[in-house]
């Protein structure tokens, strides 16, 4: 883990926290902003950039389209798990999202770009996901399923004989507001690879949100002789403005 990294990288979260808030409007419409890092960057029970702190940033757009809201987002954080990819990840995603009284449907498209990879199948994963939430007016809690569909053919391992497996991800997940802090369970199965279980407390602290995590993966199906199960325990840092 980069010390100086998170550190240099939490006294700029908190020279932004003093900042104005940069939200801008477009028409109907807002563009806000986030930056953070996170002490690790673990993704569905995999760590993705070798133990180091990731700093991170992004912007999100949303709009009303009909009785619909249309959102478009691009994010980039540090990573090192996929060689020759430079450190670098960048997502770009779009979707719509609808509200039904407490259910709340996402659906969605997102492309997660590895510039400079060394093998041509790992410069681009795509995925199609739906997501529902369930959101109890006046509630402390709420419950959620996601579903990613893979949109490239399946995901490489050239450490496997069958070479590319199917590595759909699928989630459910709730929420519980204890007041001083929020708390998230939730579960989640990259399927042939790894199952995952987070739980999560959350707080606000001078305009930036923090996270403090607990992950445990299990390595499931092709790749269980491969990889051993790992825990994590992470702390990452986020400010929107």
Do not use: C
């Amino acid at each position: 883990m980069n010390k100086k990294i998170i550190v240099s990288s939490f006294a700029s979260l908190l020279f932004l926290s003093q900042a104005a808030n940069a939200e801008i409007k477009i028409g109907k419409g807002s563009l806000t902003f986030n930056a953070g890092v996170s002490s690790q960057y673990i993704f569905r029970g995999i760590d993705q950039n070798k133990d180091a702190a990731s700093p991170f940033v992004g912007a999100d757009f949303t709009h009303p389209v009909g009785d619909f809201n249309l959102y478009l987002g691009a994010w980039t954080g540090a990573q090192d798990n996929v060689t020759g990819a430079g450190g670098q990840e960048i997502d770009y995603y779009a979707g719509i999202t609808k509200s039904f009284g407490a259910a709340t449907f996402d659906l969605g498209y997102i492309i997660m770009i590895y510039p400079g990879a060394n093998v041509k199948s790992e410069k681009e994963v795509s995925e199609i996901y739906g997501k529902l939430t369930i959101a109890p007016d006046k509630q402390p809690y709420t419950f959620g399923l996601a579903y990613y569909a893979d949109d490239t053919g399946g995901v490489k391992h050239s450490t496997l004989t069958t070479k590319t497996l199917d590595e759909s991800y699928y989630e459910v997940n709730a929420t519980y507001n204890f007041g001083p802090v929020q708390g998230l369970v939730s579960y989640g199965v990259f399927e042939n690879d790894t199952n995952t279980t987070t739980v999560s407390l959350s707080k606000e602290l001078a305009g930036i949100g923090f996270t403090l995590s607990y992950i445990s993966a299990e390595r499931d199906g092709s790749l269980s002789n491969l990889y051993k199960d790992k825990e994590y325990v992470t702390l990452s840092a986020k400010k929107v403005f």
